[in-house]
């Protein structure tokens, strides 16, 4: 085992092992001092230039004086109670009531009354009974605006009828900050008009390796594609610091997430550990909140994930020396699910170690009142310093504050909220079929194939083609993205759906066939398909090799034991993963025969392959005349005929834009292959006819 370990795997394990059991001296026992890989909790001193950032937020001596004044009417246990965060399915409003919690949120696939198509008046009810709870002070206590935090990844994708944007490795590939910001808005106001104040984005990981089940949440392998995106998301999102557009009734609070080095653990493993040299964690999977800080984003939430052996809901050095201290950053740190569950001596109901390394509030779906009574205790106990617990609280009061939660009334009495008109409008749907448009890469395009021209008779064929389940991908109205269907998503619009609208405007006929039979012989062929839904957890991948509509995406993968058990022990040594089409040799792919069926028909055939990371495909490119990257586009399918078709005169319709922003492999992660293609790469498809 040892054997096939590689090298800085092994050394994480070691300064792991040797940190438990003798300390700091874990680089001396080595015998190869190595300080910048050397864990740097619990010591603060770090040589690394985490920038000092001037947040645009300034510090406002009212709202300041306003926390004090409110933090000294507050018992320790009514404090504490302002730094949980449940779970609608598991607190009521009376709990709001009665134990004053600051924060609730909705996880993935949860809605008002566990009812996936509840309206966007339901979803205001619901936070008006939240917050009117908070607001009662029949009790004594004061009245303190509880935040309801909601994952609004792609648009505000838990509610019926919104509008849903590519994932971000698609929105990497169109390269345009500006196009980001406008996400941004949409998306704010699509969260308002439910009555909802605080999404958990953007996700701002810098993927290393797309085995990583959330490598799609990640909008490229580089940081400066983070950095130029994440500051514009949260200026979208929040509005402009500095002017009144800043958390005004249009915008919602943003948070940079997963902090920090989530796309960056060791084989793409879901939650494992990053062994980056603390520089690189810096340059590679720290400039995304950078920009986020730098647009005066309010929250960051801490990461799963391990830094060379140590949970970051535990990392003291990086939460709060690094990240409150050097950075400037004083917003709120929440904890992720369960994420305290992670480090070492807690469980999900007690977590001193976490509060005391700098998380601020703790997202704890189910077991809040334990964890409540628990820290009460803690800081009788003396484990957790009354001065931190006072630091997070005054954190989360100046959030709320400037938010505006105290002014902003109940959330039914704001102004966007209950304008269902808002979810999914049709000008929101434009900047996301625009940013379809911009996502699409282009990766081969043989005799001028692309763009088609739009009067002839197309056949659509492959199981994403008319599937907006496929088409949307995890965190998609349900957490995993499975069990979907279009009922799900009104006013969407499939990949095919927006070929045949193209294609019946300029007089030709565009005819759907999954399995790619036809009566007559068609002029072009477009094959749609690619990966089945998944999210984080399920959706790591031991290897890059495509296998077809058998992979089942989530349905599979859940069946495996978690990711965490499969992380050392049967991850094979990269010399051993398979290269691209070896995963075929017992049998042909289904999506590869019908490619080849179809072009061996002599008709002219156009690979559509919506995806939610890069993966081995060299035979299906291989097998096709054209061959576009849609990523994994939402709910506004029209955005892929946009620039696969010519306008009905003939003319380029959208020149195609979109240009890698992960290389393309030819082979798994560590296998030593040239990228198939490289990053940047992308066809803008033929001007000529
Ligand atoms: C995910 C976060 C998400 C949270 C709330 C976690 O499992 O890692 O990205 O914000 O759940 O749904
Ligand atoms: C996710 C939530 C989801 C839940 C389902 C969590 O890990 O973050 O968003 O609702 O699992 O059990």
């Known amino acids: 085992m040892a054997a096939i370990l590689k090298p800085a795997l092994r050394r994480a394990l070691i300064s792991l092992a040797l940190l438990t059991c003798c300390g700091s001296a874990a680089g001396a026992a ?23 950032i001037v947040s645009p937020v300034p510090r406002d001596p009212k709202i300041e004086a306003r926390i004090v004044d409110l933090l000294s009417k507050l018992t320790l246990e009514q404090k504490i109670a302002q730094m949980i965060q449940p779970e609608i399915r598991y607190v009521t409003p009376d709990d709001v009531r009665k134990y004053r919690l600051g924060s609730i949120l909705n996880g993935g696939g949860v809605y008002p009354g566990g009812q996936k198509h509840a309206s966007v ?16 002070t029949s009790g004594g206590a004061p009245a303190i605006p509880v935040i309801w935090g909601t994952d609004a990844v792609h648009g505000a994708n838990d509610v019926f009828g919104a509008t849903l944007f590519p994932h971000n490795v698609g929105l990497g590939a169109a390269h345009d900050p500006g196009l980001i910001q406008r996400i941004g808005e949409v998306t704010g106001r699509e969260v308002a008009a439910t009555g909802l104040d605080w999404t958990f984005a953007p996700t701002v990981a810098v993927v290393r390796d797309p085995r990583w089940g959330r490598s799609y949440e990640g909008y490229s392998e580089r940081p400066d594609i983070a950095r130029a995106y994440a500051g514009r998301m949260v200026q979208g999102l929040q509005g402009i610091a500095g002017t009144p557009s800043f958390l005004d009734a249009d915008h919602v609070v943003a948070t940079a997430k997963h902090y920090i080095g ?13 062994v980056s040299s603390e520089r690189e964690l810096l340059a590679i999977h720290g400039q995304g909140y950078v920009s986020a800080l730098e647009s005066g984003v309010q929250t960051v939430m801490a990461s799963y994930n391990s830094w060379q052996g140590i949970k970051l809901h535990g990392h003291r050095h990086l939460l709060t020396d690094v990240l409150k201290g050097r950075m400037g950053f004083d917003g709120v740190i929440v904890s992720d ?15 001193a170690a976490a509060i005391n390394a700098g998380i601020d509030m703790l997202m704890v779906p ?22 931190r617990i006072d630091d997070a609280v005054t954190r989360i009061l100046r959030l709320k504050l400037r938010a505006g939660l105290f002014e902003k009334g109940r959330p039914s009495s704001r102004p966007l909220s209950n304008r269902a008109a808002e979810v999914g409008a049709s000008e929101h749907r434009a900047v996301a079929r625009e940013a379809v448009r911009k996502s699409l890469v282009l990766l081969k395009n043989d005799k001028c194939l692309l763009p088609l021209s ?8 492959g199981d994403s083609a008319d599937d907006i389940g496929k ?6 109205l349900t957490w995993q993205g499975t069990e979907n269907t ?39 062929a477009i094959v749609v398909f690619g990966e089945s839904p998944y999210a984080e957890w399920y959706g790591d991948l031991k290897s890059l090799a495509y296998r077809g509509p058998s992979e089942k995406g989530a349905e599979v993968a859940m069946a495996r034991p978690p990711p965490e058990v499969n992380a050392l022990a049967d991850t094979p040594p990269s010399s051993a993963a398979p290269r691209a089409g070896e995963a075929n040799r017992a049998g042909v792919p289904p999506d590869l025969a019908l490619l080849r069926r179809l072009r061996q028909a002599g008709i002219p055939v156009v690979a559509v392959f919506v995806t939610g990371r890069v993966r081995l495909v060299q035979p299906e490119i291989d097998a096709a005349d054209a061959f576009a990257v849609a990523w994994l586009p939402g709910t506004e399918g029209e955005g892929v005929a946009d620039v696969l078709f010519r306008k009905p005169s003939g003319e380029v319709n959208f020149p195609i834009t979109g240009r890698l922003s992960y290389s393309w492999p030819a082979g798994d992660p560590g296998s030593n292959t040239k990228p198939l293609f490289p990053y940047g790469y992308g066809l803008e498809g033929c001007s000529r006819q």
Not at 35 to 52: D, F
Not at 262 to 274: L, P, S, V
């Open 121 to 136: 008046s339901q979803w205001v009810a619901l936070a008006d009974q939240y917050y009117d709870a908070s607001m009662d």
């Open 454 to 461: 739009a009067h002839g008779s197309i056949l659509v064929a």
């Open 262 to 274: 989530d796309g960056g653990t060791e084989h793409g493993i879901d939650r494992g550990n990053n």
């Open 471 to 476: 088409q949307t991908g995890g965190w998609s």
């Open 337 to 351: 699910w369960d994420g305290i569950d992670e480090v070492q001596g807690c469980s999900k109901d007690r977590c």
């Open 486 to 524: 279009k009922a799900d998503f009104p006013g969407s619009t499939t990949v095919f759906e927006g070929i045949r609208a193209a294609v019946t405007a300029a007089g030709g006929t565009a005819t759907l066939s999954v399995d790619g039979s036809f009566q007559s012989r068609p002029d072009a």
């Open 30 to 52: 080595t015998g190869q001092p190595d300080p910048e890989r050397t864990p740097q909790h619990p010591v603060a001193a770090s040589t690394v230039a985490w920038p000092a």
């Open 366 to 387: 189910d077991q809040w009142l334990p964890f409540l009574h628990n820290t009460v205790a803690q800081v009788g106990d003396g484990d957790i310093p009354l001065s």
